[in-house]
């Protein structure tokens, strides 16, 4: 039998995703690593398709993992050049935050001479020569902020607060005497932040360490958005870069972004696609200037995705209004957008709601995802705007989701509007329609086991089949909005949650990490 690994690559691609696709990330590693080894054909074949991606969760692995790694690819510049992803999860946490009754069981790690010179040498690489001090200080610390931030990452969950990371953010976008101390950083097409959920909410010093239940803590440190959001000023820096296309914002906070974009010359001009998701707080005045700055800023914008949670004093009326104001600058350039608006848990859900403006006034759109009452108004069952949905809706459309409008339901007239939408004729390209339905036991009838909202629009389903149209009604749950926003969301909760559960099990019960010395947690938490 002829050796795979000297057919053309291709075809040896097409052979490994076969044998491999039953199994997970970690074991196809593990077994290419294997395989490897045969030849130094089989290497050379297979090495890009080992670091074509590398994960690191810093709440289950320990830091030398992640400096290894580092270390790795400074010494080949080969190798480097295969990374095309990295994806770093719960990094801004490290043991010197010990409650004070442990402290005196950490030590400081040694690091092998030459890779402390490897590690120099990219600090003055990046050109942030004057923080090398600090910065070899804290690695004996097994501080793992330095590290993630010379790696130069494509996806991260980002730290309340990194000087390392602002230092070499600020270089990428500067070049001083002709030199770009950040090329990788130059290049970047496509950053997405998430804040390190629950990183800064541990009293460390606290004495009360028992070991004691903490799952409501869990739920209620992972869904409190106030103590877990995404700050920008030390990151604006990002926005600047040539290269970058795609920027996705998790958990923003965008108060004071608009005067340090404004004040840039560059601006984010550059930018096709942004995902931003927030939250507005009780008590708490809502930044419009900021967040629509971050929108009106790109000259061409091809998607946006913006999921907000508001809170009772941030009126529907007043978020359509600035929202449909700041796109007026992507009229001809948005292909695909989503809104998605929802409110507090426990707040009454909005009585009124304005409408938001006609869509058909976008020459481009295919993929409008939005809440039903945003685009067509509602008071009490009924739809309140002066337009039809589909006078609202343009000829461009492919696929059309309505978010539900939690513990409201759609108006009573939607059925009957997408019936016109459906036989209008108006929209040849039109080849899906999906309503996002909140699970709530009210919405079933006793009398049936059928939901309401599927015998409701039996119609539009018919008329649908009829029509080549796929039409859908998706159960969902109130915090599943974010369509473009979710996917990324999604590929990294993992990390979110396990940062998550490593900071309370410090604060709850220390004896259940399975090394003290790195504070990374066992499988079964």
Same mark, same amino acid.
């Given at each position: 039998?002829?050796?795979?690994?000297?057919?053309?690559?291709?075809?040896?691609?097409?052979?490994?995703?076969?044998?491999?696709?039953?199994?997970?990330?970690?074991?196809?590693?593990?077994?290419?690593?294997?395989?490897?080894?045969?030849?130094?054909?089989?290497?050379?074949?297979?090495?890009?398709?080992?670091?074509?991606?590398?994960?690191?969760?810093?709440?289950?692995?320990?830091?030398?993992?992640?400096?290894?790694?580092?270390?790795?690819?400074?010494?080949?510049?080969?190798?480097?050049?295969?990374?095309?992803?990295?994806?770093?999860?719960?990094?801004?946490?490290?043991?010197?935050?010990?409650?004070?009754?442990?402290?005196?069981?950490?030590?400081?790690?040694?690091?092998?001479?030459?890779?402390?010179?490897?590690?120099?040498?990219?600090?003055?690489?990046?050109?942030?020569?004057?923080?090398?001090?600090?910065?070899?200080?804290?690695?004996?610390?097994?501080?793992?902020?330095?590290?993630?931030?010379?790696?130069?990452?494509?996806?991260?969950?980002?730290?309340?607060?990194?000087?390392?990371?602002?230092?070499?953010?600020?270089?990428?976008?500067?070049?001083?005497?002709?030199?770009?101390?950040?090329?990788?950083?130059?290049?970047?097409?496509?950053?997405?932040?998430?804040?390190?959920?629950?990183?800064?909410?541990?009293?460390?010093?606290?004495?009360?360490?028992?070991?004691?239940?903490?799952?409501?803590?869990?739920?209620?440190?992972?869904?409190?958005?106030?103590?877990?959001?995404?700050?920008?000023?030390?990151?604006?820096?990002?926005?600047?870069?040539?290269?970058?296309?795609?920027?996705?914002?998790?958990?923003?906070?965008?108060?004071?972004?608009?005067?340090?974009?404004?004040?840039?010359?560059?601006?984010?001009?550059?930018?096709?696609?942004?995902?931003?998701?927030?939250?507005?707080?009780?008590?708490?005045?809502?930044?419009?200037?900021?967040?629509?700055?971050?929108?009106?800023?790109?000259?061409?914008?091809?998607?946006?995705?913006?999921?907000?949670?508001?809170?009772?004093?941030?009126?529907?009326?007043?978020?359509?209004?600035?929202?449909?104001?700041?796109?007026?600058?992507?009229? $001809? !350039? +948005?292909?695909? =957008?989503?809104?998605?608006? *929802?409110?507090?848990? #426990? @707040?009454?859900?909005? %009585?009124?709601?304005?409408?938001?403006?006609?869509?058909?006034?976008?020459?481009?759109?295919?993929?409008?995802?939005?809440?039903?009452?945003?685009?067509?108004?509602?008071?009490?069952?009924?739809?309140?705007?002066?337009?039809?949905?589909?006078?609202?809706?343009? $000829? !461009? +459309?492919?696929? =059309?989701?309505?978010?539900? *409008?939690?513990?409201? #339901? @759609?108006?009573?007239? %939607?059925?009957?509007?997408?019936?016109?939408?459906?036989?209008?004729?108006?929209?040849?390209?039109?080849?899906?329609?999906?309503?996002?339905?909140?699970?709530?036991?009210?919405?079933?009838?006793?009398?049936?086991?059928?939901?309401?909202?599927?015998?409701?629009?039996?119609?539009?389903?018919?008329?649908?089949?009829?029509?080549?149209?796929?039409?859908?009604?998706?159960?969902?749950?109130?915090?599943?909005?974010?369509?473009?926003?979710?996917?990324?969301?999604?590929?990294?909760?993992?990390?979110?949650?396990?940062?998550?559960?490593?900071?309370?099990?410090?604060?709850?019960?220390?004896?259940?990490?399975?090394?003290?010395?790195?504070?990374?947690?066992?499988?079964?938490?």
């Amino acid at each position: 039998m002829p050796d795979p690994a000297k057919l053309p690559y291709e075809l040896f691609t097409i052979i490994l995703d076969l044998a491999f696709e039953d199994s997970n990330r970690d074991s196809t590693l593990q077994h290419l690593c294997a395989l490897s080894l045969f030849s130094r054909q089989w290497n050379k074949v297979l090495l890009p398709r080992i670091y074509s991606k590398w994960t690191y969760n810093g709440a289950r692995q320990p830091f030398m993992t992640l400096w290894k790694f580092f270390i790795t690819i400074r010494r080949d510049p080969y190798l480097a050049g295969l990374i095309k992803t990295l994806t770093i999860g719960s990094w801004g946490f490290y043991p010197p935050r010990y409650p004070k009754q442990f402290r005196s069981q950490f030590s400081q790690l040694y690091l092998p001479p030459d890779e402390l010179v490897l590690a120099r040498m990219a600090i003055h690489d990046a050109g942030i020569g004057n923080l090398e001090d600090d910065i070899v200080r804290s690695l004996s610390e097994r501080d793992r902020r330095p590290v993630m931030a010379l790696l130069l990452t494509v996806s991260a969950h980002v730290p309340h607060r990194d000087q390392v990371l602002k230092a070499v953010l600020e270089k990428a976008v500067s070049w001083e005497d002709g030199v770009n101390y950040s090329p990788g950083l130059a290049c970047l097409k496509e950053l997405n932040f998430v804040e390190n959920l629950g990183s800064d909410s541990i009293d460390s010093d606290s004495d009360d360490n028992e070991d004691t239940d903490t799952d409501s803590d869990y739920d209620e440190a992972y869904l409190n958005d106030d103590i877990n959001t995404l700050d920008v000023d030390y990151l604006l820096a990002i926005f600047h870069l040539p290269s970058l296309r795609t920027l996705s914002l998790s958990r923003l906070n965008c108060t004071g972004a608009a005067t340090s974009i404004l004040g840039n010359s560059t601006g984010i001009y550059q930018l096709e696609g942004l995902s931003i998701t927030s939250s507005a707080f009780e008590g708490q005045a809502w930044p419009h200037s900021d967040l629509w700055t971050l929108i009106t800023q790109p000259r061409a914008l091809k998607f946006l995705a913006f999921y907000l949670k508001q809170n009772t004093n941030t009126t529907w009326r007043a978020i359509n209004t600035d929202l449909w104001n700041s796109l007026q600058e992507q009229k $001809t !350039s +948005l292909g695909n =957008l989503d809104l998605h608006i *929802t409110h507090h848990r #426990g @707040y009454p859900p909005p %009585l009124d709601i304005a409408p938001f403006g006609p869509l058909s006034e976008f020459t481009c759109p295919k993929y409008i995802s939005i809440h039903a009452d945003m685009l067509l108004g509602r008071h009490g069952h009924e739809s309140t705007a002066p337009f039809r949905l589909r006078d609202a809706l343009p $000829t !461009s +459309l492919r696929s =059309l989701t309505f978010y539900q *409008t939690y513990d409201v #339901g @759609y108006a009573d007239d %939607l059925p009957e509007q997408l019936m016109e939408v459906i036989l209008s004729g108006d929209f040849p390209l039109l080849r899906t329609i999906t309503l996002e339905q909140i699970f709530d036991h009210s919405a079933w009838e006793d009398s049936d086991s059928d939901y309401y909202l599927e015998r409701k629009y039996k119609a539009v389903d018919h008329a649908s089949l009829e029509r080549d149209i796929d039409f859908y009604i998706v159960e969902t749950d109130e915090g599943a909005g974010f369509s473009l926003c979710r996917d990324i969301f999604n590929k990294t909760e993992y990390l979110q949650r396990d940062g998550c559960a490593r900071n309370l099990t410090l604060a709850r019960y220390l004896r259940s990490f399975k090394d003290l010395q790195e504070l990374v947690i066992n499988n079964g938490i």
